[in-house]
């Protein structure tokens, strides 16, 4: 790693400098005062004088000793963190607010494609975005520069995380920059943490290239099977012949849903699900849902309830992505649920807030807390809702928070074992807070 301590260093040999000389001007004077006083003053006021710069030529030295300690125990500690920070796999660039770099690793030389001695104490301004070798460094400083640019956290929220996808060199980044705080709490610059995600992100394309290219083949004799077994449950056949016919028909809807899932967390996990937004009343859209519903629940034996707001609510919406969320939670809290148990749908405005409040309350068997956190990861099913509904693809609420959070909302849950569970989401009531490109959300 290579640092620009060069002013550092100066500094503290001037204050050395300093401290030395200011000995040596003590200790002569003393000496001085010391000889005049034996010829001009009492031997008592010598003695006395003498006792004097004693004490404090010893508190002199051990001022001198702390501070030399000090400066030594912050030398390690500087040479240490130099030496985590020049072998950090993650690229690490230092600036102060004028943009003069401080620290420039040797991971970020690498990523960064530069010579850190090109760099350090140099202000990185715009106008060396011009140069060729400075073009990557340029997009990472100034990431509106970028191809293409995801922000990962809220705006004016530190650290800042942002992910850029840059072309010829393929390199995809996460920059996280933060705050460089002094003691008294003002700001003397900046660092950005720069991960190179290119090698982890092919493997994710190449994992949903095979995916995609498979489910599509499944697919196709899937949607076959199932049209042959739905033409054939029309026709007249016997009870044992209806039955097995019914069975298949039902296997094939499953593997189909499956099939469909599975390519719908490959487009979402390539940023291309496709969105159509639209105005829409949010307590009517609900209340089409439920409505579809109803016959689900009464073949569970369900009560379904919907505390509708009285007033109208308009959102921004894309009403098949948001259905399909929807429909999913509520789909969870019948099949999930107990014997004659109740499924409460909520609609509510959020005090002071742009957003509308949905929430989705079952009296089910609920979910352990210690699987809570992985509620909605791919793939997850927790061990107490396997022994209920055996079949399941592990992938709707995976997809149902990605949904939610592209229309600009949150989702969430809490849970009590075999109390119920609630799911909470929200969606906004101002259009400009749902996100303007597609974004892609991945597991936490």
């Known amino acids: 790693m290579a640092i620009n301590s060069m002013p550092k260093k100066q500094k503290n040999s001037l204050i050395k400098s300093a401290e030395m000389r200011a000995f040596w001007v003590f200790l002569v004077v003393a000496i001085v005062i010391l000889i005049l006083s034996i010829f001009t003053q009492p031997l008592s006021w010598t003695l006395i004088m003498l006792v004097v710069f004693l004490v404090l030529g010893v508190i002199n030295f051990f001022i001198s000793f702390n501070l030399a300690k000090t400066s030594r125990n912050a030398k390690l500690e500087r040479t240490e963190l130099n030496a985590i920070i020049s072998n950090l796999d993650t690229g690490v660039i230092a600036y102060d607010e004028n943009f003069r770099i401080l620290i420039c690793n040797r991971a970020a030389e690498n990523i960064l494609n ?35 640019s995801v922000k990962r956290s809220e705006a004016g929220i530190y650290p800042e995380v942002i992910d850029i996808s840059l072309d010829d060199p393929r390199l995809e980044l996460r920059i996280s920059t933060d705050k460089l705080i002094g003691l008294e709490g003002e700001i003397l610059g900046f660092v950005k943490l720069i991960k190179d995600r290119t090698r982890e992100i092919e493997i994710l394309r190449s994992k949903n290239e095979f995916i995609t290219t498979a489910s599509h083949q499944l697919r196709t004799p899937l949607t076959s099977l199932y049209w042959i077994f739905e033409s054939l449950n029309k026709e007249t056949l016997s009870e044992e012949q209806k039955n097995l016919i019914s069975e298949g028909l039902t296997v094939s809807a499953r593997a189909l849903k499956i099939v469909n899932d599975l390519l719908d967390v490959s487009k979402i996990e390539e940023g291309r699900f496709g969105y159509h937004f639209e105005n829409a009343d949010i307590g009517e859209f609900l209340e089409k849902i439920l409505q579809e519903k109803a016959s689900l629940a009464e073949e569970y034996g369900i009560k379904l309830y919907f505390q509708k707001s009285e007033e109208s609510i308009v959102c921004f919406i894309d009403k098949e992505k948001l259905s399909y969320a929807v429909s999913n939670l509520i789909d969870n809290a019948i099949k999930y649920n107990v014997e004659n148990g109740e499924v409460t749908v909520n609609l509510s405005r959020l005090k002071d807030k742009p957003y509308v409040l949905i929430s989705i309350k079952d009296t089910g068997i609920g979910i352990p807390p210690e699987e809570m956190n992985k509620l909605f990861t791919k793939f997850f099913r927790a061990e107490n809702a396997e022994k209920v509904v055996a079949d399941g693809s592990g992938l709707g609420l995976f997809i149902a928070k990605n949904i939610i959070r592209q229309h600009g909302g949150e989702i969430w849950a809490e849970s009590e074992l075999n109390r119920g569970t609630t799911f909470y989401f929200t969606i906004p009531t101002d259009s400009s807070l749902v996100p303007p490109k597609e974004t892609i959300y991945e597991e936490e």
């Open 114 to 148: 530069i010579n850190a001695k090109d760099i350090l104490g140099k202000q990185f301004s715009l106008s060396l975005t011009k140069d060729p070798k400075f073009r990557i460094m340029a997009q990472v400083m100034f990431p509106s520069l970028a191809p293409l």
